[in-house]
């Protein structure tokens, strides 16, 4: 006779608990573990260093869109969160964020309605526009929502992504949208990551960027066309948040300005893409050592050891990110104790398919350093660009340094 249970009770997600709370013996594997320590440090760390330079913070919320993590942040003391779509903005104030920057173009009807009823339930909204034909149809429909929406330019780079290319630009489009009565102009935004220094020095171009920001604002500001007491200027992805806020505060934009302040990755950092760029960091400020700590890792189980040399994991492109290629951390022994760590050294992940991982493995082992690899022995891999490892989980395991999960945190992708 066959059992039927309910979804509702089954245990179907990878990276849940299933027999126990131990990632060692007890959690469905792969899975997402971020640790609690490292976690709590860099929340932190970044508010201080937001804090410090006079700023307010809105975390980018695209990174995890794990309503927990956001909670933390706020709690800690961000302005609110920043989203990149509608939907996300939606999925954010259903678990209690009020106060949502949208650092992207709302486009469609049905984006717009999205973030009409948002308003209307009370919501402070704010997105950015950087064209006359997207500033008519905001002010269109808003209009006749009989709503109000908060609009930023932006100002964005000659080959780059969106926005404005120049000054006279960003004036003449927040001259046309103080033709439209829904439209309230609060302020600039921009984003860094995409300006490119063209053979020179990368920081020169970042800072030259942040000073046109910085010019553009004073520029909306003389001309009277800013439509609220405090207007935001905002950019810093997770790469030069360090030189933005340095601009934003060097240039002393006085009670008109805020500056917000964007990053997103910092809050679990990672082993890539922002552990380089935060060298880059720390030798610009020495002060702020030790800076940002990695806290995301997945884990997952040696499947097969099927020719000399080679072990294939079950994680693949669906469970980690993979601009750049995972790097493995710790092993363990299925069943084992989190204090109880077998070697990975000249480990490397060579290929990544949909569901296997492809590792090489050193010609030698230490057998007195556990060595020898075994069909199951869990693996700690190291990701680079969390926003791409975050969206392939419903649920992401917080740890305590015995890999014993504290928290399963839905996410909302």
């Known amino acids: 006779m066959f059992i039927v249970k309910s979804l509702a009770t089954m245990h179907t997600d990878k990276g849940t608990i299933g027999t126990g709370p ?9 899975a997402a573990a971020v640790f609690e320590p490292a976690l709590a440090h860099n929340i932190a760390w970044m508010q201080a260093f937001a804090d410090a330079h006079g700023a307010r913070l809105a975390p980018h919320g695209k990174t995890t869109m794990t309503p927990a993590l956001f909670k933390r942040q706020l709690e800690a003391g961000a302005w609110g969160i920043t989203l990149a779509t509608a939907p996300q903005c939606r999925a954010a104030f259903a678990h209690g964020v009020n106060r949502l920057l949208m650092a992207n173009q709302l486009v469609g009807e049905p984006n717009m309605a999205i973030i009409a009823d948002l308003i209307e339930q009370g919501a402070e909204v704010y997105c950015v526009v950087d064209s006359a ?10 209009a006749a929502r009989g709503l109000h929406l908060r609009v930023l330019v932006e100002l964005g780079v000659v080959g780059g ?10 004036l003449s489009l927040a001259a046309r949208i103080q033709e439209e009565p829904a439209l309230v102009l609060a302020g600039l935004e921009g984003y860094e990551g995409v300006v490119t220094a063209d053979g020179g020095e990368p920081a020169v171009a970042i800072r030259r960027y942040a000073w046109r920001m910085v010019e ?26 360090d030189l933005i806020a340095e601009v934003f505060h060097e240039a002393s934009l006085g009670a008109c300005f805020v500056s917000v302040l964007r990053p997103g990755c910092y809050v679990v950092h990672d082993h890539g893409l922002y552990r380089q760029a935060q060298r880059g960091v720390l030798e610009r400020q020495p002060a702020l050592e030790p800076g940002l700590a990695p806290a995301l890792e997945i884990f997952a189980q040696v499947q097969s050891l099927p020719e000399p040399g080679l072990a294939v994991v079950a ?16 092993r363990y022994r299925e069943g084992g104790s989190g204090a109880q760590t077998l070697s990975v050294a000249g480990w490397e992940v060579v290929k ?5 991982a492809f590792v090489r493995l050193p010609a030698t082992a230490d057998e007195n350093d556990g060595g020898e690899v075994h069909i199951g022995d869990i693996v700690a891999f190291g990701a680079s660009h969390p926003c791409l490892t975050f969206d392939k989980w419903r649920r992401v395991c917080r740890v305590d ?9 839905p996410t909302c992708f």
């Open 161 to 170: 992504r969106c926005g404005c290319r120049d000054q006279q630009q960003v």
């Open 401 to 409: 340094t015995a890999l014993n999960v504290i928290e399963e945190m």
């Open 216 to 241: 553009a604002a004073r520029a909306l500001e003389e001309a009277g066309l800013i439509e609220v007491e405090t207007a935001l200027i905002t950019a810093s992805g997770s790469a030069w948040y």
């Open 352 to 356: 990544l398919m949909d569901q296997h």
């Open 22 to 30: 131990h990632l060692l013996d007890g959690v469905i594997l792969p």
């Open 315 to 330: 994680m693949g492109k669906r469970d980690i990110g993979a601009d750049q290629l995972p790097e493995a951390l710790r």
């Open 133 to 142: 034909a997207n500033v008519a149809q905001l002010g269109r429909y808003f």
